[in-house]
Each structure stands twice: as structure tokens, then as C-alpha cells.
């Protein structure tokens, strides 16, 4: 009798067919569910293992995080095909999942950890193997979010209408001596970065030329300005030429930077940029406007 309730029980479950259906009488694959899945979701803030009662993971940790795939089982109890879904919703945190046990993941190339960076998903599932590469990354993308524009440096100065500039500086040539590079005043800042950013660098400045130049042998002079963070050349930079004393110099410079977590430093250098001949002489400027910003996208 246990035995006909049984087959019955397995029938009635589609169990006894080669396909096996959940609200649906005519399976056409090895499992279908006419109507909802649900898996286990869970939001975690700090380190954590994974295991088989896991499916979606979202990560909203004050820290960087990490989340560690289990380890892989040999024969009964082996999880291939086991997914996880796993989601970075902070803002700044970047979270590193990683294998055990010397095992790896393949993504682009094989390691044994891959980062998520905020706003990101990602998408693993076991291969079935006991050793080596044991985890595929299947997807690792982008969340669809509005984005907000971070300032990190806004500095805005101008001289007066009608009145002369008050910032001035000097640039010195000696006959075989190295040019120096002058700091433009009102040009000099800092930020700090919580994560490392793209960051989009902005800046303009209108140079009032003020002295005239000393007599010497001369031949082409041109006028460099660059860009500097944490006193590194950044290769922003332009040329422009000399038109003589009260004339002005125009400098317009931008470009994106990737830059590592922590303070920075940025500034503006103003230099000669000579092209034959030999100089000697004083020469000096004075800032009659500067803009310089610096942003990243969150």
C-alpha cells in the first residue's frame, strides 16, 4: 500500500517523467516553475563565508569588505553549478570577493579574488572542480544609478575692474643656467580621496605681462604652463608665445587623471619655453584671473 501512495505521490509530481514541471503540466525542460522564484536574500556589513543557504548578497559595510566563496567539495556534496549573486550598494567601499584554499576564479584571467567596486554587481558560479579554478565570474557590471558631481577643488579669482593685480612673480633666465618653474599664485590647493577616482581637471588663467625683458641675444620665447599634482607633472600643459611687455598670456588646460585614496596636492607652473639662442634677463607677470576645479563623478 505505502508503496502504490508512493508512485502516486511521484506522478502527481511529475517525478516519473523525464522533465519535472511546478505548475505546469507539460515540462519542456529538466525543471520549469510556471510562476514565482524566490532565493534567500540577505544584506551583510562585514566579512563573511558564504555557504549553501546564500544566494543574493548585497554589501552595505562603513569599510572595505571582503566575502569568501566557500570551499569546494569533492564527490557527495559537490556544488557544481551552486550561483551567487552579489551586489556592492555603498558609496564608497570597494568590497574583493575571493576563493579558499589556494583556489581560483576565473575572470579575465584566472585569480583568486576579484574587486566590486561601488555601485557594481556581480555573478559567480561553482564549476564543479575540487582544485584550481573552481569559481567562473559570469558577470561583473555596472548598477544603473543616478550619478552626482563631486567638487573636489573650486577656486575662482579675478582682479578688480580698474585695478592692477597684486599677485605678481618673477621669472629669472641666467646665461647656461636651468629655467625654473614658478608656482602661479592663487593657484595652489588641495583634496582628499576616500577611494581611488577619475578625476576631471579644469583650468584657465589670463597672465598680465608686466616687465620688460633685459637685453640679451634673442631669439623665439614662448611661455609653458602646467599642471601639477602632488608636484608631478600631470602633461596638461600649453604653450603660448611672447608678444612683448603689457601684453596678456592666455593659458586653458583640462584633461581626467587617475588618482589613488588620500590627500592631494595641485598647483599651476608657469615656465619659459626657449627655442634658440641664449637669454639673460628678468622678466615679470602678474594674474589678472585663475580658474581651477577639480571633480569626479559618484
Same mark, same amino acid.
Given at each position: 500500500?505505502?508503496?502504490?501512495?508512493?508512485?502516486?505521490?511521484?506522478?502527481?509530481?511529475?517525478?516519473?517523467?523525464?522533465?519535472?514541471?511546478?505548475?505546469?503540466?507539460?515540462?519542456?525542460?529538466?525543471?520549469?516553475?510556471?510562476?514565482?522564484?524566490?532565493?534567500?536574500?540577505?544584506?551583510?556589513?562585514?566579512?563573511?563565508?558564504?555557504?549553501?543557504?546564500?544566494?543574493?548578497?548585497?554589501?552595505?559595510?562603513?569599510?572595505?569588505?571582503?566575502?569568501?566563496?566557500?570551499?569546494?567539495?569533492?564527490?557527495?556534496?559537490?556544488?557544481?553549478?551552486?550561483?551567487?549573486?552579489?551586489?556592492?550598494?555603498?558609496?564608497?567601499?570597494?568590497?574583493?570577493?575571493?576563493?579558499?584554499?589556494?583556489?581560483?576564479?576565473?575572470? =579575465? $584571467?584566472?585569480?583568486? %579574488?576579484?574587486?566590486?567596486?561601488?555601485? +557594481?554587481?556581480? &555573478? #559567480?558560479?561553482?564549476?564543479?572542480? @575540487? /582544485?584550481?579554478?573552481?569559481?567562473?565570474?559570469?558577470?561583473?557590471?555596472?548598477?544603473?544609478?543616478?550619478?552626482?558631481?563631486?567638487?573636489?577643488?573650486?577656486?575662482?579669482?579675478?582682479?578688480?575692474?580698474?585695478?592692477?593685480?597684486?599677485?605678481?612673480?618673477?621669472?629669472?633666465?641666467?646665461?647656461?643656467?636651468?629655467?625654473?618653474?614658478?608656482?602661479?599664485?592663487?593657484?595652489?590647493?588641495?583634496?582628499?580621496?576616500?577611494?581611488?577616482?577619475?578625476?576631471?581637471?579644469?583650468?584657465?588663467?589670463?597672465?598680465?605681462?608686466? =616687465? $620688460?625683458?633685459?637685453? %640679451?641675444?634673442?631669439?623665439?620665447?614662448? +611661455?609653458?604652463? &602646467? #599642471?601639477?599634482?602632488?608636484?608631478? @607633472? /600631470?602633461?596638461?600643459?600649453?604653450?603660448?608665445?611672447?608678444?612683448?611687455?603689457?601684453?596678456?598670456?592666455?593659458?586653458?588646460?583640462?584633461?581626467?587623471?587617475?588618482?589613488?585614496?588620500?590627500?592631494?596636492?595641485?598647483?599651476?607652473?608657469?615656465?619659459?619655453?626657449?627655442?634658440?639662442?641664449?637669454?639673460?634677463?628678468?622678466?615679470?607677470?602678474?594674474?589678472?584671473?585663475?580658474?581651477?576645479?577639480?571633480?569626479?563623478?559618484?
Amino acid at each position: 500500500m505505502k508503496q502504490i501512495f508512493l508512485l502516486l505521490l511521484l506522478y502527481s509530481t511529475g517525478m516519473m517523467s523525464q522533465n519535472t514541471g511546478i505548475y505546469t503540466k507539460n515540462p519542456g525542460s529538466s525543471l520549469v516553475v510556471d510562476g514565482s522564484f524566490a532565493g534567500n536574500y540577505k544584506i551583510v556589513t562585514g566579512n563573511v563565508i558564504l555557504d549553501d543557504s546564500d544566494f543574493y548578497i548585497a554589501y552595505n559595510g562603513n569599510a572595505n569588505g571582503i566575502i569568501r566563496l566557500p570551499v569546494a567539495i569533492s564527490g557527495p556534496g559537490n556544488f557544481k553549478g551552486r550561483i551567487y549573486r552579489i551586489k556592492n550598494t555603498t558609496g564608497n567601499w570597494n568590497l574583493t570577493v575571493t576563493a579558499q584554499n589556494l583556489e581560483k576564479i576565473d575572470a =579575465a $584571467t584566472d585569480v583568486t %579574488g576579484i574587486v566590486v567596486p561601488p555601485g +557594481y554587481y556581480a &555573478e #559567480l558560479i561553482s564549476k564543479g572542480t @575540487a /582544485t584550481g579554478t573552481t569559481w567562473e565570474l559570469s558577470m561583473l557590471v555596472p548598477i544603473v544609478r543616478s550619478s552626482r558631481v563631486i567638487k573636489l577643488v573650486d577656486v575662482a579669482y579675478s582682479v578688480a575692474r580698474n585695478l592692477s593685480t597684486t599677485d605678481r612673480f618673477i621669472i629669472r633666465n641666467e646665461y647656461s643656467q636651468p629655467i625654473t618653474n614658478v608656482i602661479i599664485p592663487q593657484s595652489s590647493t588641495s583634496f582628499t580621496l576616500s577611494e581611488p577616482q577619475k578625476v576631471f581637471l579644469n583650468f584657465a588663467a589670463g597672465i598680465d605681462n608686466l =616687465a $620688460t625683458l633685459q637685453p %640679451g641675444q634673442m631669439s623665439t620665447i614662448f +611661455y609653458r604652463c &602646467e #599642471l601639477y599634482i602632488d608636484n608631478v @607633472a /600631470t602633461g596638461l600643459f600649453q604653450i603660448v608665445p611672447l608678444d612683448g611687455e603689457g601684453s596678456q598670456l592666455q593659458f586653458s588646460l583640462s584633461g581626467v587623471r587617475d588618482l589613488p585614496a588620500g590627500p592631494h596636492t595641485i598647483h599651476a607652473k608657469f615656465s619659459l619655453w626657449l627655442v634658440g639662442g641664449t637669454y639673460s634677463f628678468t622678466s615679470q607677470f602678474g594674474v589678472m584671473s585663475l580658474l581651477l576645479s577639480a571633480t569626479h563623478i559618484n
